[in-house]
């Protein structure tokens, strides 16, 4: 019977080895150490000034506070390339002079992920998500700066997931 558990033990122990886990759900293999990602450009019909800019620096942010992989410039292991292909305010309900009630303001974002060590992992998918806010408020200053962050947060999260936590 001991033999048995001290068999599973070292079974489990050598399969552990070949993927590095982290506390936020990646799981990256050993021979990945660097990730690089490249400019965002913002190809949406209704541009924002300086969107492609910020979104590619919280796709950033987020890969580097979340992973313990390397920022490179060139020849990353892990690559990470698209555009904003979508940004978009648009009315969600209406009050009865025919006004907007809410407003909402969807970006949308092409992805293109590549993986040096496992080309199976790579894909191409669009990831999209929303902000709404009252009918009657300008979406600028720091009412922008928030529908921007929530959009950012959740988009960037998405292709996290997609790319080094395999959902």
């Given at each position: 019977?001991r033999s048995i558990i001290t068999n599973i033990?070292?079974?489990?122990?050598?399969?552990?080895?070949?993927?590095?886990?982290?506390?936020?759900?990646?799981?990256?293999?050993?021979?990945?150490?660097?990730?690089?990602?490249?400019?965002?450009?913002?190809?949406?019909?209704?541009?924002?000034?300086?969107?492609?800019?910020?979104?590619?620096?919280?796709?950033?942010?987020?890969?580097?506070?979340?992973?313990?992989?390397?920022?490179?410039?060139?020849?990353?292991?892990?690559?990470?390339?698209?555009?904003?292909?979508?940004?978009?305010?648009?009315p969600t309900t209406a009050t009865a002079n025919?006004?907007?009630?809410?407003?909402?303001?969807?970006?949308?974002?092409?992805?293109?992920?590549?993986?040096?060590?496992?080309?199976?992992?790579?894909?191409?998918?669009?990831?999209?998500?929303?902000?709404?806010?009252?009918?009657?408020?300008?979406l600028i200053g720091s009412q922008l700066e928030?529908?921007?962050?929530?959009?950012?947060?959740?988009?960037?999260?998405?292709?996290?997931?997609?790319?080094?936590?395999?959902?």
């Amino acid at each position: 019977m001991r033999s048995i558990i001290t068999n599973i033990l070292i079974f489990c122990c050598v399969v552990s080895c070949s993927v590095k886990y982290s506390l936020t759900g990646a799981s990256i293999s050993p021979e990945t150490k660097s990730f690089q990602v490249n400019f965002f450009q913002n190809n949406a019909p209704l541009i924002e000034p300086g969107l492609d800019r910020n979104f590619t620096n919280k796709l950033t942010d987020l890969l580097l506070n979340q992973t313990s992989l390397e920022l490179v410039k060139f020849n990353g292991d892990l690559i990470y390339e698209g555009e904003i292909v979508e940004y978009r305010i648009s009315p969600t309900t209406a009050t009865a002079n025919n006004t907007a009630a809410q407003n909402r303001l969807t970006i949308g974002v092409n992805v293109r992920f590549f993986d040096k060590n496992n080309s199976e992992l790579d894909f191409e998918k669009r990831f999209s998500f929303y902000f709404d806010y009252p009918g009657n408020a300008q979406l600028i200053g720091s009412q922008l700066e928030t529908a921007l962050d929530e959009i950012f947060e959740r988009i960037t999260q998405d292709i996290f997931n997609s790319s080094l936590a395999n959902w």
